[in-house]
């Protein structure tokens, strides 16, 4: 997966940088919020199976969320505090994209949780190791999101006329995925600064956003939503 590229002049970020604290926050509580997502649309399996998976992405979703504790408690975080903090925002982006059916549950799932990670890997790179080893470990890719892929491929293979409201539907994540980030960004200007440093300016900010933008239609294509 690339990345930009870090400015050639840009500062060595320290450890107790607190955007990379901010950043961990964002993580946890968007972790625990995945966590009861895929356990709530969990029900919308057609069968075992489905519901098997679904519980995988979430116990990896809870697994990632111990991490990130860990970490913030050992920069004097209160765990809790943070997940109430950052709370209405990811409240507000799953609020706006519960899907109805299965299918569209399978397509958040892939191409969501992707975002999420584009949007938390493209500066990871800017990192201390630690912090970056961390990031990565989080917001890597997964088996269960080939499951989450195979099954919309399987459904559009089997029923070509689904391929049309999932692509609007993919479209609409990407949509509001954007807007949630650019809240985040609005309101924590920490984080904001540990994203930007490196050039002040909005043509990085405009890059940055490209970037998410042609990783996910990367994944539509994967999903047969090209």
Request: aromatic letters at 8%; a negative charge; proline letters at 5%.
């Amino acid at each position: 997966m690339s990345s930009t590229s870090p400015h050639p002049d840009a500062p060595q970020i320290p450890q107790d940088d607190p955007g990379i604290t901010s950043l961990f926050g964002v993580l946890l509580a968007g972790e625990l919020a995945a966590f009861y997502r895929l356990t709530d649309e969990a029900r919308m399996a057609p069968d075992i199976r489905g519901r098997v998976a679904m519980a995988q992405m979430a116990g990896e979703e809870m697994a990632h969320f111990e991490v990130l504790a860990d970490e913030l408690t050992r920069r004097g975080q209160d765990v809790v505090d943070t997940v109430t903090h950052y709370r209405p925002i990811l409240d507000q982006y799953h609020g706006s994209t519960t899907p109805n059916t299965w299918l569209e549950a399978m397509v958040k799932a892939y191409i969501g949780d992707g975002l999420a990670a584009d949007f938390y890997l493209e500066v990871a790179h800017t990192l201390p190791a630690d912090a970056e080893e961390i990031v990565q470990r989080v917001m890597a890719e997964t088996s269960h999101s080939e499951f989450a892929c195979d099954e919309v491929r399987a459904a559009i293979a089997a029923d070509p006329s689904l391929a049309s409201p999932l692509r609007l539907w993919g479209r609409r994540l990407l949509g509001e995925a954007i807007t949630q980030a650019q809240h985040v960004l609005a309101s924590e200007e920490e984080l904001t600064g540990l994203l930007f440093s490196e050039v002040a300016d909005f043509t990085r900010i405009s890059t940055f956003f490209d970037s998410i933008q042609d990783r996910h239609a990367t994944r539509m294509a994967r999903l047969g939503l090209d």
